[in-house]
């Protein structure tokens, strides 16, 4: 497929990007949340105050629809048996007269709440700490979300709601912010964020798709983290190990000065290692937070453990 742009080639674009290859190591697959040291936990336990507990997940097979990524579809949930197995003369008998349900799920593993692999995208033919990108044919057989799944995701984590900072209830399609944004709304939120905090972003956009039904993904740019040197430097020099959004790409679709799509995971995720997390629903969070004026918590996530897999859904747990 040739898509006709004018956009800049990320080779060039990022050709003097800082990279976070072989850091830790020709084999690793983790990344940034290396840093996610005993330390960094005991940081984010030392964040709890009340012990309140807030789940980050959306609902898989809402009612209201599921917000996915234009190519991808919802996760189907089929029934594969149930009482009515048990209606006709050729029910399953087992002994002392047991029945159950079951059901399947037919899903993307992008199209929920999830953790992206560090190899979920890449250009230029390698994907993080420079893995030739054929390793990524009929699977991941490099950073895969399986390490990421089997050493987990806890530290501290520190809320940014740019929706109220921009005044807003939902932060409209195309609006773009960078790290001077970040650094202003978490001043007037009275919190800092420190070296080594997961970052999770507030922008309420994804109630317009509750609102706008199809109409949603007419023209679809979601707003977001804009690409600039100066954001990857902050993010690189600031050791972020993950960032986490309640949007379905982490960042604008499409760079409104470059027209590239999905700069930030190149510029963050393939050369930086961050992980990133998408599709959350920060809205309980959020609540909790500006109510009390604390917005930092300790975070715990832990994708499946799926063999060679691009990303897998995910329910993280902030707990203030
Ligand atoms: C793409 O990379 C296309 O999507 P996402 O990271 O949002 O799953």
Not at 111 to 118: C, I, V
Not at 133 to 161: C, F, M, N, W, Y
Not at 188 to 203: C, F, N, S
Request: aromatic share 8%; with cysteine; glycine share 10%.
């Amino acid at each position: 497929m040739t898509i006709m742009s004018d956009a800049p080639d990320l080779n060039d674009l990022l050709a003097d990007a800082p990279k976070n290859w072989g850091r830790w190591g020709d084999d690793d697959e983790v990344g940034s949340l290396n840093f996610l040291t005993n330390d960094q936990v005991l940081r984010g336990v030392r964040s709890i105050r009340g012990g309140e507990v807030h789940t980050l997940q959306r609902l898989i097979g809402d009612p209201k629809g599921d917000p996915v990524w234009p190519s991808r579809l919802p996760a189907e949930r089929e029934m594969v048996i149930d009482e009515s197995a048990w209606d006709g003369d050729d029910a399953p008998a087992f002994p002392g007269g047991l029945h159950y349900a079951d059901d399947k799920l037919v899903a993307f593993l992008q199209g929920s709440t999830q953790y992206d692999a560090l190899g979920h995208v890449w250009y230029g033919g390698q994907i993080w700490n420079g893995y030739d990108a054929r390793t990524t044919i009929g699977g991941l057989d490099k950073a895969s979300v399986e390490p990421i799944a089997q050493r987990g995701v806890v530290g501290r984590g520190v809320l940014i709601d740019m929706a109220r900072h921009f005044g807003v209830e939902a932060i409209e399609s195309k609006r773009t912010f960078d790290h001077t944004d970040l650094l202003a709304a978490a001043e007037a939120q009275g919190v800092t964020i420190e070296k080594h905090d997961i970052l999770l972003i507030r922008t309420n956009h994804l109630q317009l798709f509750f609102e706008q039904g199809d109409a949603f993904y007419e023209d679809f740019c979601e707003p977001g983290l804009q690409y600039s040197p100066e954001l990857v430097t902050w993010f690189h020099e600031m050791e972020i190990p993950n960032l986490v959004t309640d949007t379905i790409a982490n960042e604008v679709t499409t760079d409104p000065d470059t027209g590239v799509a999905l700069t930030l995971h190149n510029a963050l995720m393939r050369n930086l290692g961050i992980a990133l997390t998408e599709i959350c629903d920060l809205e309980e969070l959020a609540a909790a937070c500006a109510a009390d004026g604390r917005w930092d918590f300790l975070y715990v996530a832990a994708p499946l453990k799926i063999h060679r897999a691009t990303g897998s859904p995910v329910n993280p747990v902030a707990i203030r």
